[in-house]
């Protein structure tokens, strides 16, 4: 009673390999002390660091001794990302496509982009505009060459459609605000179709971009890129539908949509040519009494105008703007983050579907599936009134 057992070495060790197995195993974030915890993160930042480095130097060394041997050298390992492991989309436009061909000259923006109509814009607002609203609006004018601001006031926007189709308006860009921001753009297309829902996100007006410069009145240069399925393909040809296709390289003016993982960036910016003078280096042993003759060179840089923002599609209608009666195209499904813009981004022609108003009563759970997409895409005609 009351003695303690001799250990034998083999048990006193136990208990140390415990411990030192519990302090390798505990994550950083496990250390409540926190110059502890400091310590042991660059201790293994430093370790995995070296391990990078070992890596390497073993890799460069198969590659030289396999290249001393006349051998193959080892395949470089390619890193996993999300463009490289996308699934192939049946839907991408190739060069050769003459169905694609044929529908681009009856579509409804060939009269625009065959020249045979110049393209006039008319933007609005929705009825509870915000200081913003009107901003963003005047830096959209200064974008989009021959485009005309008209008050909303209490018109309902299929009056506002109708007046701008006797006016011989192209197209009406709806911008709707939110909480004094701007949060959404509604494209319609003039006379037929088609009308575009975007979410509109991460603005920024000219003011706001440091060393903004002044864009002229010239007509801007357009780029599209990485529009390549057929949804994509039909976006794209709405949005250059806005702009005249004879643009005046005088003005250095570029106006990109460029879409990457179904968000299409904005950007507008002007190139801007230099002219700069560099020096000769002298050789060191070498000193020449005469001075050195500079040299000019031309270079050239990218000078932002703004505004910049990004865009969502969230739905595509035929026909002008009708939540009642319209039908839609397309129409993004939120909870599914398939991409459906470019290529390999998800959406199979399969998927594609219409939208149609349905008797709910009859459908039962279906019809409430689809009375919920017409509802989330209608969201701006419930607060139009």
Request: glycine share 6%; net charge positive.
């Amino acid at each position: 009673m009351g003695r303690k057992r001799n250990l034998s070495e083999d048990e006193e060790e136990k208990p140390i390999k415990r411990v030192k197995e519990k302090q390798e195993s505990m994550l950083p974030s496990m250390i409540k002390n926190k110059e502890k915890r400091s310590a042991v993160h660059a201790k293994l930042k430093q370790q995995k660091k070296v391990d990078k480095r070992r890596k390497v130097k073993a890799r460069e060394a198969a590659e030289k001794k396999a290249l001393e041997l006349g051998e193959e050298p080892p395949l470089k390992m390619v890193p996993r990302t999300i463009e490289n492991t996308r699934e192939s989309d049946e839907t991408v436009c190739l060069p050769d496509d003459e169905e694609l061909f044929a529908g681009n000259d009856v579509d409804e923006f060939s009269a625009v982009l065959r020249k045979e109509r110049a393209p006039k814009v008319l933007i609005t607002t929705s009825r509870y505009n915000s200081t913003r609203g009107p901003a963003f609006i005047s830096d959209l004018i200064s974008v989009i060459p021959n485009a005309h601001y008209y008050k909303r006031g209490t018109y309902d926007l299929k009056k506002i459609v109708q007046y701008a189709n006797e006016k011989e308006f192209t197209s009406v860009i709806v911008v709707h605000t939110n909480r004094r921001e701007p949060d959404a753009l509604l494209v319609i297309g003039l006379p037929d179709g088609p009308t575009a829902h975007f979410k509109l996100s991460k603005l920024m007006l000219r003011k706001d971009i440091k060393n903004h410069g002044k864009p002229t009145s010239h007509k801007p240069e357009l780029v599209l890129t990485n529009f390549t399925t057929r949804l994509g393909h039909r976006v794209g040809r709405m949005i250059q539908s806005l702009f005249p296709q004879d643009p005046e390289f005088r003005g250095r003016r570029v106006v990109t949509f460029h879409n990457q993982r179904d968000f299409i960036f904005f950007r507008h910016h002007r190139y801007i040519f230099e002219t700069k003078e560099s020096k000769q280096k002298e050789s060191k042993g070498k000193k020449s009494k005469d001075e050195k003759n500079p040299q000019e060179r031309t270079i050239a840089r990218l000078q932002e105008c703004g505004p910049r923002f990004t865009l969502k599609l969230i739905s595509l209608q035929h026909g002008t703007f009708d939540t009642k009666g319209g039908e839609y195209e397309w129409v993004h499904k939120f909870s599914n983050p398939s991409r459906f813009l470019s290529a390999g981004d998800g959406y199979k022609s399969t998927e594609i579907f219409l939208v149609i108003m349905l008797d709910l009563s009859s459908v039962g759970i279906q019809g409430f599936s689809l009375g919920f997409h017409i509802n989330a895409v209608c969201d701006l005609e419930q607060q139009d009134g």
